[in-house]
T-cell receptor, first 112, second 112 residues
């Protein structure tokens, strides 16, 4: 089974800090995604990537950036954390169109 | 209109009953449809996918797709308390794109 690993299950950061969320998948998937999930709002796409060094903005990219230097790793960066970025962050990967996503276990980030 | 819409619930059914979860989508050209189950505090896991009109059965789960009505549903037969979770509908909206659009989910409670 494909495995998507997110480096931290829980994180607490201070306002203004630069935050790195790491995601690694082990099945050579081309496509990787970062979502945040908030009660009542569902899953919202932040950024996605179809290939190494390639990135595309999702629906809510403001305040975030991403890095994909290697195929298996997709990092989400909060340039200057704010309290409204407190959320559950989910990474996912898929081999391509027509296939479902496999999600990581999620990172619950609290910004204080 | 949202790309993917679900009744947020909550939906409560007695143990052993059939639970019916519904989803509508906006783009008539959508090709791939997925159902995810998400337990509280956990990440979504893929339980069913369907590409063609009609029914697809897997154990106690049946996915139903009606492209003419832009409607996809999930039936859970012989519902168990362990089925209590939020169910997310996801649709591959745009041809050639790999990203899925998610509904906000329906919370199901199976009452023992």
């Amino acid at each position: 089974d494909v495995k998507v690993t997110q480096s931290s299950r829980y994180l607490v950061k201070r306002t203004g800090e630069k935050v790195f969320l790491e995601c690694v998948q082990d099945m050579d998937h081309e496509n990787m995604f970062w979502y945040r999930q908030d009660p009542g709002l569902g899953l919202r796409l932040i950024y996605f990537s179809y290939d190494v060094k390639m990135k595309e903005k999702g629906d809510i990219p403001e305040g975030y950036s991403v890095s994909r230097e290697k195929k298996e790793r997709f990092s989400l960066i909060l340039e200057s954390a704010s309290t409204n970025q407190t959320s559950m962050y989910l990474c996912a990967s898929t081999p391509g169109q027509g296939n479902g996503y496999t999600f990581g276990s999620g990172t619950r980030l609290t910004v204080v | 209109q949202k790309e993917v819409e679900q009744n947020s619930g909550p939906l409560s059914v007695p143990e052993g009953a059939i639970a019916s979860l519904n989803c509508t989508y906006s783009d008539r050209g959508s090709q791939s449809f997925f159902w995810y189950r998400q337990y509280s505090g956990k990440s979504p896991e893929l339980i069913m996918f369907i590409y063609s009109n009609g029914d697809k059965e897997d154990g106690r789960f049946t996915a139903q797709l009606n492209k003419a009505s832009q409607y996809v549903s999930l039936l859970i037969r012989d519902s168990q308390p362990s089925d209590s979770a939020t169910y997310l509908c996801a649709v591959n909206i745009r041809a050639g794109a790999n990203n899925l659009f998610f509904g906000t989910g329906t919370r199901l409670t199976v009452i023992p």
